[in-house]
């Protein structure tokens, strides 16, 4: 179902998630941006980034706090990007 490298994270099934937190932001944010929002669940999640669903659970509530961290995320890069335009 998924490609090689989710596959790849199957070992790591019981690593807490913010060993990797980075990491499994970056699948979380991709799935969201090919398939939507509304499109992944958790499970999807969980299985792309090799954790239990009761670890995703552990750090968003639900979908909408996922969004949030995500768009956080976001805001924070741009933030980034535009405090070094003005050097």
Known sequence: ???SSFNNKQAAKNKPWKENAVEDLDAAEQMVQDRGLN????QDLADAVGLR??????????????YASL?????????????????
Request: aromatic fraction near 10%.
């Open 53 to 66: 669903k009761p670890s995703v659970f552990h750090h968003f509530k639900n979908k909408e706090e996922l």
């Open 71 to 87: 768009s956080l995320r976001i805001l924070q890069y741009l933030l980034i990007r535009l405090e070094h335009v003005d050097r």
């Open 39 to 42: 499109a992944v669940s958790f």
């Open 1 to 3: 179902k998924h490609g």
